[in-house]
């Protein structure tokens, strides 16, 4: 059977074997409903909380800030939709970046429709926010600011503390959210003291399980709850806690080692960087400052989904822009201000503390034979 | 660039020849709650605590929050060390204060030079350092009155140091200098308060729970141990006595009259955290009681509870509206876990029409009808104990 090179850890993760052995512990073992009276109820619940704590320590806030959700879509929805909601009566603008996931995006999309001022905060060529831009759009009847901590597809890092810091000095009502899903657990996230009032993450991006992620939301921030019908997570997300998905999130990030994972992935990107820049046609989107575990590529002349299904035919895995939005054109890179077939032939090169040089080795072979057969110039 | 965490001492400074004694106890609280965040050399000199991480990645931002917590402090500053020469003050300003001087319009620079040895006088330097960030950061104004950033200058023995802005301690004094004492804790809002609050002014703490099984569940106990916990940021480490109480409550409620339950129970607790505060010498007694509350809250009621009480009793929320105190349970974070709707043993039997107004001799005369001594000393033999720590 032909080796698999797994290059798309930002579209999922494998779980890790802390995680499943966890998961299957709560499934089998300690099954009871964390919100039962009796033993087996609390016994599910202290693995419950110490997800919680563990997810808390991570973003050094305080455990009581945390909720569990299905994931970031929720996550997300939850904030816009729970933000605008809950802060209507100040006002009516929502302020997101050009380059926000979809989850942000069409929610965003669909408070439009529903009446409210949704604006888009452009980007520069680099990825990064226009603060200048922003600082335009910013007025008293803005309720809401949502800029991702790490682009999705390119690897982008927002400087969140500073937009953080200018949302609140412009409007003291604001809330500013971030949605972290692409930089959890790979450089330090600390929403308390960026000013992040709200910040999304997802378990499946970080060697947990697909359905289950987590929210910040900090002491001031009030939002209108999506979910109705318990007394669960302070009734801020009623419904049965997924006791096995939360536990096994806690175990994979307790695992996790940002400094010594993020050194690794350096040097992975370094020797992928080198290797890449010797193609011929082969140009890298992602800033040089970007996330290392991110590296965004377009191969001159080859469309993304065909060079996709090349790489797989090599056992190598990546993917065209986000999976979520799977034969959309990349509005993201259009954003960057690519040209229209830089962006019809890029590619998401993503990594994660499994991948080694061999899976470089393996894209590298493959992009190789690609562009000696597919290339039309 | 070295950074620091530098601290000013609350009244403590005003102590006489005991404050060596203060000065040592809040240093050992400190380095305690410091724990697990590496390794740091901590001294004291002119009324300053000087904490250095010995190492450089270690995270001042949740030094800080933890000094925050910690009581004898009024306020912390986060400083940059220098040498004492100009020309190191002014090339680390500015690196050291363009992150908080990047967003801000206006800003002063104040400087004090308790060292006298150095050529410039405190004004002199503040123009020249001041000069230095403008240089900087064009875009700021200086604005003496009502800067949004003050940036401070401090020539002292060991160094100078350069600090933008002091964030307030949680005042009071050190934990155990003032002693040792017991809190009644029972899961409700104002008991938690009421142990931070006697922390607060020194006292070390130990707790008394009590609980009925199978009236009260181990959910109970837990949402406890979870309030302890955080009163233990602050407070430190706690030990926490639970005693059974199951047996004294089920008698009562075949002996007693039942408007006296509620007064007898709470005569029983006292009479059992006075026994553990002897065996373990603590010196008094804490509880959340607050003046009118409850039926056993009353003046009347008080001076019966009191009477059961073998040691000072301590009430810090005695004369507290109910929102003041939820208001104190809100920032120290306890408020979330006390609203968890569980029984506890309080909410055990009680009677619907409990005495508002009780009578201490018709109080004891019940209590000794009951007969009750003997299961009392069952519960606190059967007490089992518990450190809660942060």
């Not at chain 2, 005991?18 to 724990?35: A, M, W």
């Not at chain 2, 009259?257 to 509620?262: A, R, V, Y």
């Not at chain 2, 065996?279 to 001076?303: D, F």
Request: proline share 4%; hydrophobic share 35%.
């Amino acid at each position: 059977m032909m080796e698999t090179h797994y290059l798309d850890n930002s579209a999922t993760t494998a779980v890790c074997k802390a995680a499943a052995e966890k998961a299957l512990y709560m499934m089998t073992e300690n099954y009871g409903n964390p919100s039962s009276l009796h033993k087996m109820g609390i016994r599910a619940e202290e693995e419950v909380e110490n997800a919680r704590e563990i997810i808390a320590g991570s973003l050094s806030v305080d455990a009581k800030d945390i909720i569990f959700t299905s994931g970031g879509t929720e996550g997300n929805n939850t904030v816009l939709f729970g933000a605008a909601q809950a802060l209507r009566r100040r006002g009516d603008r929502i302020i997101i970046s050009a380059v926000e996931h979809p989850s942000v995006y069409e929610s965003a999309g669909r408070l439009k429709e529903l009446g409210y001022d949704v604006q888009y905060a452009p980007v520069s060529t680099d990825g990064k926010i226009d603060i200048e831009a922003l600082k335009n759009l910013l007025t008293d009847k803005t309720i809401l600011v949502s800029v991702m901590t790490v682009n999705n597809e390119t690897g982008a890092i927002q400087p969140i503390e500073r937009i953080a810091k200018l949302v609140h000095k412009c409007c003291p009502e604001a809330l500013f959210h971030t949605d972290a899903v692409q930089a959890y657990c790979k450089m330090p996230l600390k929403p308390k003291k960026w000013g992040a009032d709200l910040m999304t993450v997802s378990a499946h991006k970080v060697h947990g399980a697909k359905g289950s992620g987590a929210l910040y939301i900090s002491d001031k921030a009030r939002i209108t709850p999506l979910l109705y019908g318990g007394e669960q997570q302070h009734k801020r997300r009623p419904g049965t806690e997924s006791s096995p998905l939360i536990a096994a999130f806690g175990a994979a990030v307790a695992e996790a080692d940002i400094t010594k994972t993020t050194e690794y992935i350096r040097e992975l990107n370094t020797y992928a960087v080198s290797k890449l820049s010797e193609l011929d046609g082969v140009s890298i989107n992602s800033p040089t400052d970007a996330l290392p575990y991110i590296i965004n590529i377009s191969v001159e002349g080859i469309r993304s989904e065909t060079i996709l299904h090349h790489l797989e035919s090599f056992g190598v895995y990546v993917s065209s822009s986000s999976a979520c939005a799977k034969g959309k054109r990349s509005y993201v890179l259009a954003a960057m201000g690519l040209t229209d077939s830089r962006v019809d032939s890029s590619i998401r090169i993503s990594f994660s503390k499994y991948n080694t040089r061999d899976d470089i080795d393996a894209l590298i072979s493959g992009l190789e034979s690609g562009i000696r057969s597919l290339q039309r110039r | 660039m070295k950074e620091i965490v530098l601290i000013k001492l609350g009244e403590m400074v005003l102590k006489g020849l005991n404050r060596r004694t203060f000065e040592d106890v809040l240093i050992k609280n400190i380095k305690y709650r410091l724990r697990g965040l590496g390794k740091f050399e901590i001294k004291i000199a002119q009324s300053t605590v000087y904490i250095n991480p010995l190492s450089d990645d270690t995270d001042l931002d949740e030094v800080c929050e933890r000094i925050g917590e910690v009581f004898g402090i009024v306020t912390y500053s986060r400083a940059c060390v220098c040498d004492k020469d100009i020309d190191d003050i002014l090339s680390k300003a500015a690196l050291y204060c363009k992150d908080y001087l990047e967003d801000a319009s206006t800003f002063k620079v104040e400087s004090k030079r308790s060292d006298k040895r150095f050529p410039l006088k405190s004004p002199e330097l503040s123009a020249q350092v001041g000069g230095k960030l403008l240089e900087t950061c064009p875009h700021l104004k200086v604005d003496v009155k009502d800067p949004e950033v003050t940036v401070t200058v401090e020539v002292r023995d060991f160094g100078a140091y350069i600090r933008c802005g002091t964030i307030r301690g949680q005042g009071g004094m050190p934990v155990g200098t003032s002693g040792l004492a017991t809190v009644l804790i029972s899961g409700g809002i104002d008991s938690p308060v009421a142990a931070y609050m006697m922390a607060k002014r020194g006292l070390k703490l130990n707790a008394v729970h009590f609980e009925s099984p199978p009236y009260t569940s181990e959910r109970a106990r837990i949402k406890v141990e979870k309030l302890l916990k955080q009163v233990s940021r602050f407070a430190g480490s706690i030990e926490m006595h639970t005693v059974p109480l199951t047996k004294v409550q089920e008698t009562m409620r075949d002996r007693c009259p039942e408007e006296l339950f509620t007064i007898l129970l709470r005569r029983v607790m006292m009479k059992i955290a006075t026994r553990i505060a002897e065996e373990t010498k603590s010196g008094a007694l804490i509880t959340g009681e607050s003046l009118g509350q409850v039926a056993s809250q009353t003046m009347y009621a008080l001076n019966c509870t009191n009477a059961a009480a073998g040691k000072i009793v301590f009430r810090p929320l005695i004369g507290m509206d109910k929102q003041e105190i939820i208001n104190i349970s809100r920032r120290i974070g306890t408020f979330e876990t006390s609203i968890e709707p569980y029984e506890d043993c309080c909410t055990v039997f009680t009677p619907k029409h409990p005495r508002t107004k009780p009578i201490l001799h018709f109080v004891e005369q019940a209590e000794r009808e009951a007969e009750l001594d003997e299961l009392i000393e069952e519960a606190i033999a059967n007490t089992t104990v518990k450190t809660i720590d942060f």
